[in-house]
């Protein structure tokens, strides 16, 4: 697959995302567009990640700077898990160890062919100061090495105006479970 957008999905894809960034400012107090464009421009493939957290519903939103890396940071600001990546498993080892209603995909392999991170449980925790996400579905984070070495893995949500960060099988799978990425540009 060809990992670059069309003229004509850049020019969409920017359009959208500068209609977010100035509709959700309180995301990005103190960033401003004209800079965040520049770089988006200059970064082709990075923009095709971003097409890619747009495309499967995460309403992808800038919601920090690195004065370190020079990198703004977006997250999937989509009110719920986006649509377009739900009903998957945690990762391939689980997927292979199900006998049998397999999904047709997992969250590490998705995150991976699209280009992002997953979220940590921090990075949720702070998505979550900027708004209540994830009132009605749940979301797979990054899940530590010993949980996951025991079969586990982590998904969080926000419910009675709290974080829950809890743990499942990693081969289980949800129509309200999906997962939220980052990305660094």
């Known amino acids: 697959m060809k990992k670059e957008l ?11 995302l500068k209609a977010r960034f100035e509709k959700n400012v309180k995301r990005h107090k103190g960033l401003e567009w004209a800079k965040v464009h520049s770089k988006l421009e200059a970064a082709t493939g ?10 499967t ?8 700077y690195d004065t370190k890396t020079g990198e703004y940071i977006f997250y999937d600001c989509s009110a ?4 377009g990546r739900r009903s998957v498993c ?53 899940t530590p090495s010993d949980i996951r070495k025991l079969g586990g893995a982590i998904f969080a949500d926000f419910r009675y105006g709290k974080v829950f960060v809890y743990h499942n099988g990693a081969d289980s799978y ?10 660094r540009i």
């Not at 069309?6 to 959208?16: A, F, G, H, M």
């Not at 519903?57 to 920090?64: A, K, L, M, R, T």
């Not at 719920?80 to 649509?83: G, H, L, Q």
């Open 57 to 64: 519903g995460g309403e992808p939103d800038v919601v920090g």
């Open 46 to 55: 990075k923009l095709w990640s971003l097409g890619e957290m747009e495309r």
């Open 174 to 183: 949800y129509a309200a479970r999906g997962f939220r990425g980052s990305l």
């Open 80 to 83: 719920e898990s986006p649509k």
């Open 90 to 142: 945690y990762d391939r080892e689980a997927l292979e160890s199900r006998k049998e209603h397999k999904p047709d995909n997992t969250t590490i392999d998705m995150v991976a062919a699209m280009g992002i991170e997953l979220l940590t449980e921090e990075q949720y925790r702070e998505l979550q100061k900027l708004g209540a996400f994830d009132t009605k579905t749940s979301s797979w984070v990054k």
């Open 6 to 16: 069309s003229p004509k999905q850049r020019v969409e894809l920017l359009s959208t």
